[in-house]
């Protein structure tokens, strides 16, 4: 979902800091948050360093009445054009028997990961795995979502379900420009189905655990409805505290997927994986490692591997972040790519709760 | 009708009349409001607790297992004044309908609110005021006064009883009350956050500094040595941190001037009256201390 917007970055800058909170504030108002991402890369491949304006964030995120609340949050890619990341309307307390409703678009709860905000990740960019499958943005679509959490009490158990629109199964989207000649399809697709159970348990009072399976079952190609593809992706994720502002996170997750023959394409099962960890050794300073793999999502007979190493230096709370991040790329066919990568972060606005 | 059924139907009613009434589902934010809502509820609530008295409660991470608590649960009791934000995530995750939220900071009158234009240039400062609010023992009672009606609202059987049990902590706070003030009024000390403003304004105490020159913003070497020297020249005692603080700054302050260090929680160990009630006998004892008068 894509507006062409020149200039917007500007634009919006302005309104949001004169919506700055003041002391006798509205209490209307929805949290504002402005996140930008600076980028430089340099690789050896290229040999040559660039320096990137990458992503503005934007975020609006409120009560929309005492049992409901609403999220939009807009993607600034370069300065050229506006995309609609997430914008849900999630009946918080509306239902009984601990249900809850999510509409409109938002990252799907596929995998522990991909909900994530890319800003978030220790390791800069989405998995290769999810870039693969799902575009650079990861596996967001618009549709309605059931969540229930179970009354259970030693464990804490969730499943969801959900029908989208079935964009999320075409591929997504490159934040490349698109080649000459090359046009996002105009028609409709199917409707896909997802689904999601996971499980949170407590071992000690330091360490803990989060476990889930998430699936996805619809049509690719909307020109051949009757070609389905299912991708289901098993994740966990353990916690360690080590200590006040210091902990140990460990996350895994590995996408199976099974796409059907059609005209164009014969049928192919790829598959993906994605490690990390990440440890927080103050309250300032992080670091770790990650490694992953993933099939071609079209050919699952061409493989590319990604891993390398990160370190973060929060240079005034989580408000202005640097991350540096060394990774190697390498593809089975062609020439792998070492890159070296600075990020810097800020955020303007309300410090959001951390999840999970 | 038979006799044996007569009785039994006899003793199913007597037992159904007098089965005492389920508890209510209390989780409270912090271990300080817990201790508040147990003095008042007595065995009569059941509780849970979201955080950790040793970790920050600014920025606390909202486990599942938390929102799976308020899932189940009458009421909720938040800090309020913006510092726990993630209660309201861990809120709506609850999906939750029948949950009553009590933001607790509504019966006090909060310090350090801001005038003019808030923002992230100042710090992590609070635009409704500062909320550690609960260091001030009259608040307390204030917060226990205001559970005892919450309580009352929704399980009005036991209003009796959550009215007793708020009025013998409100006596016993009093009763303790001019001790804690005989110890601590006139202290002087250095604290790292601004934790501490509503003690010191119970007991007309004097903060000489902080460590943060902002509040959440670390200190620079610069602000440091300026803090030192104001220790030195004005014989500041002591000078105290909680424990997720970085020690570091304790420390350099210490080596340079001498000045007394000691972690003093800001929040009580366990959800308990007497643990909340020791919490202030402790603060008494470390900022009350000999060796926490002024210095010759």
């Not at chain 2, 307390?140 to 007793?164: G, M």
């Not at chain 2, 604290?191 to 403003?197: A, I, K, N, T």
């Amino acid at each position: 979902m894509r507006i062409r917007a020149h200039g917007a970055v500007v634009a919006l800058s302005v309104v949001f800091v004169s919506a700055a909170p003041r002391g006798d504030a509205a209490p209307v108002n929805p949290d504002l948050s402005v996140i930008g991402d600076i980028r430089g890369l340099w690789d050896d491949v290229t040999e040559e360093a660039s320096i990137e304006l990458h992503e503005v964030e934007i975020g609006f995120v409120g009560p929309v009445n005492p049992y409901a609340s609403a999220e939009v949050f807009l993607g600034i890619h370069g300065v050229d054009g506006i995309e609609v990341e997430e914008a849900k309307l999630v009946l918080d307390r509306y239902f009984p028997a601990g249900f809850g409703l999510t509409l409109g678009r938002k990252l799907l709860d596929f995998g522990q990961l991909n909900p994530v905000h890319a800003h978030a990740y220790p390791f800069l960019d989405r998995p290769l795995m999810h870039q693969e499958f799902f575009g650079d943005d990861g596996a967001a679509d618009i549709g309605a979502r059931l969540d229930w959490l179970a009354p259970v009490d030693a464990v804490t158990l969730r499943a969801t379900a959900g029908v989208v629109r079935g964009d999320v199964l075409a591929g997504g989207h490159s934040h490349e420009e698109p080649a000459e000649g090359e046009e996002e399809s105009e028609e409709d697709p199917e409707l896909a189905t997802t689904g999601r159970v996971d499980l949170f348990v407590e071992a000690s009072r330091n360490v803990s655990f989060l476990a889930g399976g998430s699936v996805l079952h619809g049509s690719p190609d909307a020109h051949e409805p009757d070609a389905k593809a299912t991708i289901a992706c098993a994740d966990a994720k353990v916690v360690c505290d080590l200590g006040p502002d210091r902990k140990l996170v460990v996350n895994a997750e590995a996408m199976f997927g099974t796409f059907d023959a059609t005209d164009e394409a014969p049928a192919v099962d790829p598959r993906g994986w994605f490690a990390s960890a990440d440890l927080r050794a103050s309250k300032r300073w992080n670091l770790g490692g990650f490694a992953g793999g993933t099939d071609e999502r079209a050919d699952d007979t061409v493989h590319t591997m990604r891993y390398g190493g990160f370190v973060g230096l929060a240079l005034m709370e989580e408000t202005t972040l640097f991350r540096a991040v060394v990774r190697r790329t390498d593809p089975d066919e062609g020439d792998g790519a070492t890159e070296f990568l600075l990020q810097a972060l800020f955020s303007l606005g309300p410090h959001r709760p951390h999840r999970y | 009708m038979n006799p044996f059924l007569a009785s039994l139907l006899a003793a199913i009613l007597f037992a159904a009349s007098s089965t005492p009434a389920a508890p209510l589902r209390v989780v409270a934010a912090t271990n300080d409001l817990g201790a508040i809502a147990r003095a008042v509820g007595g065995d009569a609530i059941e509780l849970d607790v979201v955080a950790r008295p040793d970790r920050d409660p600014h920025s606390l991470p909202v486990l599942p297992s938390t929102m799976r608590a308020t899932a189940r649960a009458d009421m909720y009791l938040e800090i309020g004044l913006s510092l726990d934000l993630w209660s309201r995530e861990i809120i709506r995750g609850s999906r939750n309908r029948k949950l009553t939220v009590v933001d607790c900071s509504r019966v006090i009158t909060p310090l350090e609110v801001p005038v003019g234009r808030v923002d992230a240039s100042q710090g992590d400062v609070h635009p409704e005021g500062n909320p550690h609010y609960w260091l001030d023992p009259a608040n307390a009672v204030l917060v226990a006064e205001l559970l005892a009606r919450e309580f009352a609202a929704i399980d009005a059987e036991r209003a009796t009883d959550y009215e007793a049990r708020m009025t013998a902590f409100r006596a016993e706070i009093g009763r303790r009350l001019p001790e804690w003030s005989e110890r601590l009024r006139g202290r002087r000390f250095v604290e790292f956050h601004r934790s501490w403003v509503y003690l010191a304004a119970r007991f007309e105490m004097e903060i000489a500094g902080r460590v943060e020159p902002l509040p959440g913003i670390p200190p620079s070497a610069h602000h440091l040595a300026d803090l030192a020297s104001m220790i030195r020249e004005t014989n500041v005692p002591i000078a105290i941190r909680d424990a997720y603080h970085d020690p570091s700054a304790m420390e350099f302050l210490a080596r340079e001037t001498g000045v007394s260090t000691a972690v003093l929680p800001t929040s009580c160990g366990e959800p308990t009256p007497e643990s909340f009630l020791a919490h202030f006998d402790e603060i008494a004892a470390v900022l009350g201390a000999p060796a926490a008068e002024a210095r010759p």
